[in-house]
Every structure is written in structure tokens, then in C-alpha cells.
């Protein structure tokens, strides 16, 4: 089962920042937090990882809290082709390094 | 650069009729290897996953099975396909040492 809890979608204006929240009070210490993103009919897209601090690429930032029960993944300019299903994933780097994928949130970019 | 080929895309069989899928990784070694299968309107379900030539480990009991012949080639087959084994397959691979997952384009499977 997913360890994660997101919301089952969300809306945002083209142009503007969209932030996706996930809770994941059981997460353990040696537990990364995963963002990936699926577009319609494709396959998943990694988009970042974080264990503590936060982190910021070419295609996002992510914000853990300090007790690290919850983050948030934020796209700073959302566009069209944004739109997609945004999975929040927490796992270890042991053996096989696993993701179990929960249901995501969808995001909907609007113009 | 690396790239992962998945074929075919789409794929249309009977039940009873024999699968095999593809998946090879090229411009790295030693990969981590996945088999994922996504119903229609579902989530992504780990099948397989691989650390190695001939290691291969089963996350759920189906009527699929998964061999790695080569270093980087997974192999997705079955005997007797069921109604049941539709879906959206996806192949992935990972560095060994790695964090990130790298997907496929996916088959789309119809077992009619």
C-alpha cells in the first residue's frame, strides 16, 4: 500500500505556481520523498527527490518539513503541458529501490 | 545518454495466447530493471524488478512471469494470457546505486 496521501486533484491558472501537497506522517528515517508525473497515456516522468532539505531543479522545487511528515512539490510557472497525474512516493535506496505508486493527484492547468 | 525500448506499443491478443514483451536499456550497465502494470483508471502496480542477469523478484502472484537474459533486456511473458492481464505495461530501469526511474512508452495490452 501507498505511504503517501494526496489530494485527488487540483486546479491551477496557466501562468501561476502550482502546489501539491502530500502527507506522509510514517515516513522513516531512511526514506526518500519521490515526485513523479504521468501525461495521459505516457509513461511516468521522475521529476525530483528529497530526504531532508529542500531541493530545487529545471523542472521543480520540493519543500520538506522539518519533521518530514509532509511536502510539497512546486512548479513555479505552471503551463498546459503540466497538466497530469503527480505521484508523491516515499521509499528507501535498499535492495531494488521499489516505488509503490498511490493513486496521485491531477492536476489540471488551465488557461 | 541512456534510452529504454519497450515494444510493441499496442498489442491485441486472444485468451489462451501465449505474451512476450521486450524492454531493452542502452548507454548504461548493470541497470536496475521493472515491469509495471497499470489497469484502466488505476495506479501503477510493480510486477518484477531485477538487479540482475538472471535475478529476478516477484512482487504480486499472477500469470506473468519475467526473465532477464542479458544484462540490459527484460523479458514479460506468459503462457495463457486472461481477460484480467489487460492493461498498460511499462518497463523501467534505474541505476544500480540510482534514485530516479526511467519509464518506457508503455504497451498497451487488450486480452479479448
Known amino acids: 500500500d501507498a505511504k503517501t496521501t494526496q489530494p485527488t486533484s487540483m486546479d491551477c491558472a496557466e501562468g501561476r505556481a502550482a502546489n501539491l501537497p502530500c502527507n506522509h506522517s510514517t515516513i522513516s528515517g531512511n526514506e526518500y520523498v519521490y515526485w513523479y508525473r504521468q501525461i495521459h497515456s505516457q509513461g511516468p516522468q521522475y521529476i525530483i527527490h528529497?530526504?531532508?532539505n529542500n531541493e530545487t531543479n529545471e523542472m521543480a522545487s520540493l519543500i520538506i518539513t522539518e519533521d518530514r511528515k509532509s511536502s510539497t512539490l512546486i512548479l513555479p510557472h505552471a503551463t498546459l503541458r503540466d497538466t497530469a497525474v503527480y505521484y508523491c512516493?516515499?521509499?528507501?535506496?535498499?535492495?531494488?529501490?521499489?516505488?509503490?505508486f498511490g493513486a496521485g493527484t491531477i492536476l489540471r492547468v488551465k488557461s | 545518454s541512456q534510452t529504454i525500448h519497450q515494444w510493441p506499443a499496442t498489442l491485441v491478443q486472444p485468451v489462451g495466447s501465449p505474451l512476450s514483451l521486450e524492454c531493452t536499456v542502452e548507454?548504461?550497465?548493470?541497470?536496475?530493471l521493472y515491469w509495471y502494470r497499470q489497469a484502466a483508471g488505476r495506479g501503477l502496480q510493480l510486477l518484477f524488478y531485477s538487479v540482475g542477469i538472471g535475478q529476478i523478484s516477484s512482487e504480486v502472484p499472477q500469470n506473468l512471469s519475467a526473465s532477464r537474459p542479458q544484462d540490459r533486456q527484460f523479458i514479460l511473458s506468459s503462457k495463457k494470457l486472461l481477460l484480467s492481464d489487460s492493461g498498460f505495461y511499462l518497463c523501467?530501469?534505474?541505476?544500480?546505486?540510482?534514485?530516479?526511474?526511467?519509464f518506457g512508452a508503455g504497451t498497451r495490452l487488450s486480452v479479448l
Open positions: 528529497g530526504l531532508k
Open positions: 548507454g548504461t550497465s548493470n541497470p536496475n
Open positions: 512516493i516515499v521509499g528507501s535506496m535498499e535492495y531494488g529501490n521499489k516505488l509503490v
Open positions: 523501467a530501469w534505474s541505476r544500480s546505486s540510482g534514485v530516479a526511474q526511467y
